[in-house]
């Protein structure tokens, strides 16, 4: 590659072309004239061209003074070489040069045939005057119509102001209306998802609560059944071990010792399945049920009590789990009005819950190692301001991770595996009751290695 460009800007073995002039004086200055003049010449001209395009920045195809700019350029400094290689023969770099020049020039051509049609469809001087007499015209009648326009604005605003002021009166009650009618909107419409929930958890259990518990209660049958007939085909087996061909070959295409081991789980896994859908239906028909309940003055400690009474077996140490502390920091509550058994379903909820995250958090040993602390349960309770009460009840199991915070309290969402009966509804079906029956507030918050708390806000009277 070297050699290459050192060819390439070499002169080599070539003899300028003033030998071909024989070092003749006349003839050699007439060349240095004429292509010192042509080049100068063509230089020249792209100045003026450049000069053109920037005043008149409206000329259509103004490209093709560039092209025809990069042409002449080009061609000046082919004649520069000419005056080079008379004494110093860089054929190599001149012809180069004239390569370059020649496709500038053959793409100007091109793009120029390609131009003229462009360029003949150009509007004539005299249709270019017959259009300014038409803008003349037409600015006329703007003008005219502009003048009406203004007049016709006078009127209409004479006409508004007389009618604004008749309607004036009119308008403050109808804003006085209006303000009305979207505060009994406000409270007799729930918002669009809370509708369409209360809906779909008020119809979806009457349909389906017939069908599953048939299945459910005919599951049990089902299974006593099939156990009956596998004793029987034992006892068969016992009595028969050589059965004949016929059904010895029938036993093995079925492959009926697999058929024998999985049949009994197939029917397992049906009542496991058949049992969560019956949970799925009874919580929505708790959920269904839940704005028919009476309200009632509740002393909520007496019934955090026994809710943490109720659920005393699963804090208490099992095989594979700890001891779940729970503490109790009461404050001095009044008796409040609410719907307790909506009520005692947020709490078996939200300390259900937490009693799980603990349990799982004891069962991994990475969590176990950075958090040598008891798993707790703490509930605490006191009266704010504006007649509230607030409940807070916490753990120290594991966080909530922010993809899951928002979406804790949609309908269906859950993060426990199938086989731990996960439905989703607990959560939601909780925040319906206290922010819509209860016209409360519930939120969670969570942070690393503090495990979560849920606030929740309500009234002590609904009235």
């Known amino acids: 590659m070297q050699e290459l460009w050192k060819t390439f800007f070499s002169s080599g073995s070539f003899i300028p072309h003033g030998h071909c002039y024989l070092w003749q004086t006349p003839l050699v200055w007439l060349h240095l004239a004429s292509d010192s003049i042509i080049a100068l010449a063509y230089f020249s001209i792209p100045i003026t061209l450049i000069y ?11 490209w093709i003074f560039t092209m025809f700019g990069g042409f002449i350029v080009a061609c000046g400094i082919t004649h520069i070489f000419e005056v080079w290689t008379l004494w110093h023969p860089t054929y190599w770099l001149s012809g180069t040069m004239k390569a370059i020049t020649a496709i500038i020039s053959f793409a100007t051509a091109i793009l ?37 326009l203004k007049k016709a604005k006078e009127e209409l605003e004479l006409l508004l102001k007389k009618r604004t002021e008749e309607l004036k009166s009119q308008s403050d009650k109808l804003e006085q209306v209006l303000s009305e ?7 007799l419409i729930p918002s669009p998802e809370m509708s369409f929930f209360r809906q779909f958890v008020t119809e979806l259990p009457h349909q389906i609560h017939n069908p599953i518990h048939f299945i459910c209660g005919n599951l049990t049958y089902t299974r006593e059944y099939v156990d009956s007939l596998l004793e029987l085909v034992d006892l068969y087996q016992e009595q028969y071990p050589h059965p004949l061909p016929t059904i010895q070959e029938k036993i093995s295409e079925i492959d009926f010792d697999f058929i024998k081991e999985d049949l009994p789980q197939i ?12 949970g799925i239906v009874q919580s929505l028909r708790t959920g269904s049920r839940l704005d028919a309940a009476d309200i009632k003055i509740a ?51 939200i300390i259900g819950n937490a009693i799980e995250a603990l349990e799982e958090n004891s069962h991994s040993e990475l969590v176990a190692v950075s958090q040598p602390e008891p798993p707790k349960i703490k509930i605490a309770t006191k009266l704010l301001e504006n007649e509230l009460v607030e409940i ?5 199991g594991p966080e909530i991770t922010e993809s899951v915070m928002k ?16 439905i989703g509804l607990g959560l939601a079906l909780s925040h319906a009751i206290i922010t819509v029956t209860h016209q409360g507030e519930l939120q969670c918050i969570s942070a690393p290695g503090k495990g979560a708390e849920f606030i929740i806000k309500i009234p002590i009277s609904l009235q």
């Open 112 to 148: 120029l045939v390609d131009l003229i049609p462009q360029a003949l469809a150009l509007p004539s001087p005299a249709q270019l005057e017959s259009a300014n007499r038409l803008l003349e015209a037409e600015i006329v009648d703007r003008q005219l119509a502009e003048t009406a």
């Open 181 to 187: 009618l979207k505060q009994d909107r406000s409270q």
């Open 392 to 396: 807070r009840i916490s753990n120290n």
């Open 267 to 278: 029917l397992i896994s049906l009542t496991r399945a058949a049992e969560r859908i019956c």
């Open 52 to 62: 053109f395009i920037s005043k008149r920045e409206d000329l259509p195809f103004d």
């Open 407 to 422: 979406q804790l309290f949609n309908p269906f969402f859950t993060t426990k595996p199938v086989d731990k009966q996960g």
């Open 299 to 349: 002393d909520l400690h007496e019934s955090m009590d026994s809710i943490l009474k109720m659920l005393s077996s699963r804090l208490t140490p099992q095989q594979g789990s700890c001891h779940i502390e729970v503490i109790k920091e009461y404050g001095n509550l009044p008796k409040i009005e609410c719907y307790l058994g909506a009520m005692n379903q947020v709490f078996i909820t």
